[in-house]
């Protein structure tokens, strides 16, 4: 049963890539410098990385307290769910580059 997890792992390997790609493209639109942008997003996982096994480990407490053992993968479900309707709900032209020098750069590749 592990191993049929592997496909949709690998499929998802890179999906990091295109959302960090977009947040740098907007953060250069918006005039945000890449040092910044970078501590922030390393700020942003750090505080990740404290409080989710906390918030787990309460969901988990909280769940089993009430014969709910999967709650913390329920809860991960919800937030997957949201975050595709978060994305499903951008325009699809703010996907793309809108700065006519990024139209430039990417037309001189």
Not at 31 to 40: D, R, Y
Not at 70 to 77: C, E, I, M, N
């Amino acid at each position: 049963i592990a191993f049929g997890a592997i496909v949709p792992l690998a499929l998802g390997a890179g999906k990091g890539q295109a959302t960090s790609a977009r947040i740098t493209n907007l953060g250069e639109e918006l005039g945000v410098p890449q040092g910044q942008l970078a501590a922030e997003r390393n700020t942003l996982n750090a505080v990740i990385k404290v409080i989710a096994p906390s918030l787990y480990a309460w969901l988990f407490a909280f769940g089993s307290a009430r014969g709910v053992l999967g709650l913390p993968f329920y809860s991960t479900a919800l937030l997957l769910c949201v975050s595709a309707a978060v994305a499903l709900s951008i325009p699809e032209e703010r996907w793309t580059n809108s700065s006519p020098q990024g139209v430039a750069r990417e037309g001189g590749r």
